[in-house]
C-alpha cells in the first residue's frame, strides 16, 4: 500500500516487553504513523496494535485503561451505543471521579466491540441507527426513521410534491430509468431504487434530488 509503512524491530520489541505489563493505550503512544501521508495519524490504530499482538502470539491486554471518547474515536461507535453494550454486558467501568472519565479495560473493548458487531438499532431492516439523525436513543419508527425524523420526512415529502409512501417513490424511480439522464444521475438513481426497495425512506439530499430530477413528474404521475 503506497505510503504506509511496515513495524519496525523497535516497536515490535516493545510491544513484545510491554504487553504483559501495559494497555493498548500506552503500547499505541509507542508507536509511530502508519502512514506518511499529511494529517494522518500520529500513532498506529487500537486494531493495528491488536492485530500485530495476535500475530506475534501475544496474550490479552487487560492492565490499560480507554476514556469513552477515545474508544469512540477508535472503534466508530458512538456514546450511547456503547452504552447500551455496556448495560448488556453488565460490565461495571471505573472513573476517575465523580463526574470524570470512564475508565474501560482492554478486555471490555473487545467484549464491546463483539457485542456491537451482532446488535441492530432495527432487527427488521438491519440499521444500525436511524437514516436520518443517525440516532439510536429513540425507537424504530417506520422507513428505517425514528419517530422524530419521520414527521420531518413526511413534512419534507410534502413540501416537495412528493408521494410519502416508500413503495410508491420505488414505482417512481424505477420509471425514471427509461429517461435520458447522466451517467452519474443513473448511478444515483440505482442506488435510490436500491434503498427503496429495502422499504428504507431515502436520505434528505438524495429525496431533495429525486424530486427535481424531473420538475413537475410527481405531479403528472
Known amino acids: 500500500m503506497a505510503g504506509a509503512r511496515h513495524w519496525t524491530k523497535r516497536e515490535a520489541q516493545g510491544l513484545l516487553l510491554g504487553a504483559g505489563a501495559f494497555g493498548i493505550a500506552w503500547l499505541q503512544s509507542r ?8 494529517h494522518a495519524p500520529k500513532t498506529r490504530s487500537y486494531r493495528a496494535v491488536k492485530d500485530k499482538a495476535y500475530r506475534m502470539g501475544l496474550g490479552g491486554f487487560t492492565r490499560g485503561a480507554w ?11 458512538v456514546k450511547s451505543q456503547l452504552l ?19 475508565l474501560i479495560t482492554d478486555d ?11 446488535d441492530f438499532w432495527c432487527k427488521s431492516k ?23 425524523c419521520y414527521w420531518k420526512y413526511r413534512g419534507a415529502c410534502l413540501a ?6 416508500v413503495q410508491q417513490q420505488r414505482e417512481f424511480a424505477v420509471r425514471l430509468r427509461g429517461q435520458d439522464i447522466k451517467p452519474e444521475e443513473r448511478k444515483f438513481l440505482e442506488k435510490a431504487i436500491w434503498r427503496l426497495s429495502k422499504g ?5 439530499s438524495r ?15
Open 31 to 38: 508507536t509511530q504513523a502508519f502512514y506518511d501521508w499529511p
Open 67 to 77: 476514556g469513552l471518547v477515545a474508544v469512540c474515536r477508535e472503534t466508530g461507535y
Open 84 to 102: 447500551r453494550a455496556c448495560a448488556a454486558l453488565n460490565q461495571k467501568w471505573k472513573r476517575t471521579g465523580p463526574r470524570g472519565d470512564f
Open 108 to 118: 471490555q473493548v473487545d467484549e464491546l466491540i463483539e457485542w456491537l458487531k451482532h
Open 126 to 148: 438491519h440499521l444500525y441507527a436511524c437514516g436520518w439523525c443517525s440516532g439510536i436513543k429513540r425507537p424504530h419508527y417506520r422507513a428505517g426513521l425514528c419517530g422524530s
Open 160 to 165: 416537495l410534491g412528493m408521494p410519502c409512501g
Open 200 to 204: 428504507q425512506a431515502l436520505e434528505q
Open 207 to 221: 429525496l431533495e434530488w429525486l424530486a427535481i430530477l424531473i420538475p413537475g413528474a410527481w405531479h403528472a404521475s
